[in-house]
Each structure stands twice: as C-alpha cells, then as structure tokens.
C-alpha cells in the first residue's frame, strides 16, 4: 500500500514563501513520477507541477511558473514544492501525487494512481 504525507502548509503574507514537502512509503519512491495538485475553495482540482523520477525533467503550471520549483530527494522518499512569492489566488489545499509510470511528470490528474490528503496554504494579502 502506497501512501502519500504532505506537510508545511501554514498561512502567509502575500510575497513570503512555503516549502512543501511530500513523503511516499510503501513501495519505490525512486520508480515514480510525481506531480502536484491544488484545490481551491468552489473550483476545481488542477495541476501546479511534476517531477519525473529522476528529478530532472519538470513542468509547471503557467500560473505558477517562475515561482514555484518542485524537486525531490529519492534517497529520503520526498518530494518537495518550493513557493515564492506567493499570491493570495495561491491559496488552496495542496496534495502530492504518485504516477507509476515515472518517465515524466503528467498534467492530467488521470495520469496518479496515488494521493495523499493535502494540506492548506493561505495566502492573505
């Protein structure tokens, strides 16, 4: 059984920054593609970043390109969001996800097998 914890979600001032972290245990981290999703109040999942399993091939976002880096450490089983210069449309519950296919990170939520159960980021302006 795959399971996914996101932490380091909090509240902060529009221009600070969050990192967000995602450890994966159960099976090999190292074999997946990871991606990043967020949902904000009334509207609907959609996709930040992914990560590919090696870590060096990322996409992102438009909205937050520029802005947020998603990076993972395979020898720790985590996966991070870096977010600078946050906004307060940023605001959202964020949740990591796990795609099996680990080639290259996917846009489409359809692409992750596994999920964790988020965590909030408030951006106050």
């Known amino acids: 059984q795959v399971q996914l914890e996101e932490s380091g979600g909090g509240l902060v001032q529009a221009g600070g920054s969050l990192r967000l972290s995602c450890v994966v245990s159960g099976r090999t981290f190292s074999t997946y593609a990871m991606g990043w999703f967020r949902q904000a109040p009334g509207k609907e999942r959609e996709f930040v970043a992914a990560v590919n399993w090696s870590g060096d091939r990322t996409v992102y976002a438009d909205s937050v390109k520029g802005r947020f880096t998603c990076s993972r450490d395979n020898a720790k089983d985590t996966v991070y969001l870096q977010m600078d210069s946050l906004k307060p449309e940023d605001t959202a519950v964020y949740y990591c996800?796990?795609?099996?296919?680990?080639?290259?990170?996917?846009?489409?939520?359809?692409?992750?097998?596994?999920w964790g159960q988020g965590t909030q980021v408030t951006v106050s302006s």
């Open positions: 996800a796990a795609d099996r296919s680990g080639a290259y990170g996917s846009r489409w939520q359809s692409a992750y097998a596994y």
